[in-house]
């Protein structure tokens, strides 16, 4: 009866899968987390710049806070949620070396599962654009 137990092969595909299962799915789900982050940064980036030029070109972001709401607005309308102190506008600066350009820069918190697993995650993103002031 033993040898038979031994030769028989009826379980081995379900001890295969349990074997395999855990690590597709670590690296299904790491890759989503990944790309979502890389989302979000690109998604910031395009914030920034775009609060950039509007403190350059439009007189609507004229003060800071008017900035600062802009910035989240747009962030929002992605499904990002900014407070405004994440966001620090600076007009007429050198930024990147380009004189008289407005600067922002966003700084925001990315919440991930992957972050009890994963030690040294990114949990902090920032990102920062200028654009030159039109004289």
């Known amino acids: 009866m033993i040898r ?3 030769r028989c092969c009826r379980g081995a595909a379900i001890v295969e899968f349990a074997l395999i299962a855990p690590v597709f799915l670590m690296a299904i789900l790491g890759i989503i987390e990944v790309s979502r982050l890389l989302w979000t940064q690109q998604t910031l980036d395009e914030v920034a710049y775009s609060a950039a030029r509007c403190m350059s070109v439009s007189t609507s972001c004229a003060s800071t806070a008017t ?15 900014l407070a405004s102190n994440q966001v620090t506008p600076v007009a007429a600066t050198n930024c990147k070396g380009f004189p008289n350009s407005s600067s922002v820069t966003i700084t925001h918190s990315f919440v991930s599962p992957l ?16 654009y030159p002031t039109i004289s």
């Open 4 to 6: 038979a137990l031994l």
């Open 115 to 130: 972050s009890g697993f994963v030690p040294g995650f990114l949990m902090n993103i920032s990102s920062q654009a200028c």
């Open 67 to 81: 900035q600062r709401n802009y910035a989240v607005a747009r962030a929002g309308g992605y499904g990002i949620t």
